[in-house]
Nanobody, 122 residues
């Protein structure tokens, strides 16, 4: 069974940066597309970014393009989300997830971390 553990969240001022990490257990990490989602208070969980198994392709929701970068290290079994130029609207709980089929929809992911809180103060 795959386990995912996020870290790196916190409180940051608008315009600042954070890097989230997601450590994944399991020998087949390098086989899967990995994604980041976020859930703001009172809103549904939403797609943020995804990266294919070898890092060859990345995908982003429009609101984070040019500010966020997803990457992965298949030796360390870790996926990262570098977040720059943070805005108050980026405040949410951020979850990493393992895909079994597809990229953009939460239903395409079958394993989830517990989430890490990101709060951006204006």
């Amino acid at each position: 069974q795959v386990q995912l553990v996020e870290s790196g969240g916190g409180l940051v001022q608008a315009g600042g940066s954070l890097r989230l990490s997601c450590a994944v257990s399991g020998r087949t990490f390098s086989s899967y597309t990995m994604g980041w989602f976020r859930q703001a208070p009172g809103k549904e969980r939403a797609f943020v970014a995804a990266i294919t198994w070898n890092g060859g392709s990345t995908y982003y929701t429009n609101s984070v393009k040019g500010r966020f970068t997803i990457s992965r290290d298949n030796i360390k079994n870790t996926v990262y989300l570098q977040m720059n130029s943070l805005k108050s609207e980026d405040t949410a709980i951020y979850y990493c997830a393992k895909s079994y089929s597809g990229t953009y929809y939460s239903g395409q992911y079958d394993s989830w971390g517990q989430g890490t809180q990101v709060t951006v103060s204006s």
